[in-house]
């Protein structure tokens, strides 16, 4: 859902320490040609990206008087869990709202420039379309089927060993961080060609996640089936880009490697038993 953040009134009641000149790529619509917007924003003590977003909602005027609209982006929890404030700022893809002032422009007139993810079709502003992103979960199973909604009892035990794997991976927010910095996952506008083009590194760990969950690995040889094919684990070219950008820090090139082991186990067990 498009956060388009208005307010009556500013949002920062801090004191200002210092004053922002914030750069944003702006687009009215999926077909609109894009633009850019500047705008001074006072920052506030201990102030994120999206406080400055807000702010500019509450003013709604450019840097040289313009009036303006607020800008359109997707946010939800604030406290990066939801994953869904995901943006480019100054050439970094990360989180807004653990993207601190202090940080990403902590001197007086400092530039700050924020764009939406590149990989994703834009639906107006920052916001952009994930669903690119949650078709891959889908293709590659990403979750644990049950029988019915009854009481099935005590679940299977894990060692702690497995729960300290598990819990890092399952810490995925599905952000599109790790998407955004791969150079094997490109922009496909067309729904239809999404089941042949490359799944990425969230749902190739995701895969690794449930195949470890002893009720989960139920649908393993389906995930496999899907990573050996067209747009799967291959498809990866090591780049390593998407560990360096996760902002839970999953250990991706593990599940990756981890997931081709499987996948060249599964293809030799498949290749022998004709099936």
Known sequence: MVASAVASTPVLSA???????????????????????????????????????????????????????????????????????????????????????????????????IEPMSKFPVVRDLAVDRSRLFNALKRVRAWVPIDGTYDLGPGPRESPSEQDVRYRLSMCMSCGCCLEACPQFTIEHDPKQWDRAFVGAHAISQARLF??????RVLRPERLDVLMGQGGVNDCGNAQNCVKVCPKEIPLTESIAAIGRQVTVHAVKRFFSGR
Request: include cysteine.
């Open 15 to 113: 004191r200002a320490s210092h004053t922002v000149r914030v750069r944003i790529r702006r687009q009215d619509g999926p077909s609109s040609a894009p633009r850019w917007e500047e705008f001074a924003i006072p920052a506030a003590h201990g102030g994120n990206v999206i406080s400055l977003l807000q702010t500019i909602a509450a003013t709604a005027r450019t840097a040289d008087g313009r009036p303006t609209t607020p800008v359109a982006y997707d946010a939800g929890c604030l406290e990066e869990i939801c994953g869904a404030c995901t943006m480019v700022i100054n050439g970094r893809v990360r989180q807004a709202c653990s993207a601190l002032v202090s940080e990403v422009a902590p001197n007086e007139g400092d530039l700050l420039v």
């Open 211 to 216: 195949n470890a969950h002893r009720t989960g």
